[in-house]
């Protein structure tokens, strides 16, 4: 089945530094599309970002992800990290074979901390 | 808009005893549902899905099992918990083609003593 590696368990960054969390995959179904979720304390998670697009940037909130499925890759990049960025991040793939149905397989997911 | 609905907000229950978790859906016709857990610090993991009423599928064995009652419902249930049972349970949705999207409910906390 298909899989999703997060190498970072937890990643600190001090505010106003670039962050990227690292995200590869691998795929042997039909994959549908990528995302990023994000999930703050005792929160559910919710999607960030999504791309079904390769070499195609894609944007949201400050942050961006550009697909590569030369490389299986789906790395999560912002260029300034906030205090409130600080919550744990999922890289996920949906693969399903209908047009409505999709099961998401998350990677470990990596906390990121931003610290003053 | 739609909004999803899961009770209770939090269990704390005892090994052997029976469990019931819920959720909801509002404002969306024929979605498909999904039960997710996950540990303290680990990772979100598909336990069940259901396209339609009555049908559901298992995604992984943690001697759980699941209902769906009615198009807006979906029920997580065991008659006897065990320990690694604790975790947060999440119910999520996805609707008409929407590139795999799932959207999550708020979830229940579940502590098994």
């Known amino acids: 089945g298909d899989s999703v590696t997060q190498t970072e368990g937890l990643v600190t960054v001090t505010e106003g530094l670039p962050v990227k969390l690292n995200c590869t995959y691998q795929?042997?179904?039909?994959?549908?599309?990528f995302f990023w979720y994000v999930q703050y304390l005792n929160e559910a998670p919710q999607v960030l970002l999504k791309?079904?697009?390769?070499?195609k940037r894609t944007e949201h909130q400050g942050f961006h992800a550009t697909l590569h499925k030369s490389s299986s890759s789906f790395h999560l990049q912002k260029s300034s990290a906030q205090l409130s960025d600080s919550a744990l991040y999922y890289c996920?793939?949906?693969?399903?074979?209908?047009?409505?149905?999709?099961?998401?397989?998350f990677g470990q997911g990596t906390s990121l901390s931003v610290v003053p | 808009a739609q909004t999803i609905h899961q009770w209770p907000v939090a269990e704390i229950k005892a090994v052997g005893s029976p469990l019931s978790l819920g959720c909801t859906i509002k404002?969306?016709?024929?979605?498909?549902l999904y039960w997710y857990w996950q540990a303290t610090g680990g990772t979100l993991q598909q336990l069940f899905y259901?396209?339609?009423?009555g049908q559901v599928e298992s995604v992984v064995q943690l001697n759980l099992s699941a209902s769906r009652p009615k198009d807006d419902q979906f029920i997580l249930s065991t008659e006897k918990l065990l320990l690694s049972h604790s975790g947060f349970y999440l119910c999520?949705?996805?609707?008409?083609w929407g590139g795999g999207e799932q959207y999550f409910g708020p979830g229940t906390r579940l502590t098994v003593l």
């Open positions: 999520a949705w996805s609707g008409d």
């Open positions: 404002g969306k016709s024929s979605p498909n």
């Open positions: 259901s396209i339609t009423v």
């Open positions: 795929t042997t179904y039909l994959t549908i599309a």
């Open positions: 791309s079904s697009t390769d070499n």
């Open positions: 996920a793939l949906s693969e399903g074979t209908s047009s409505s149905f999709s099961k998401l397989v």
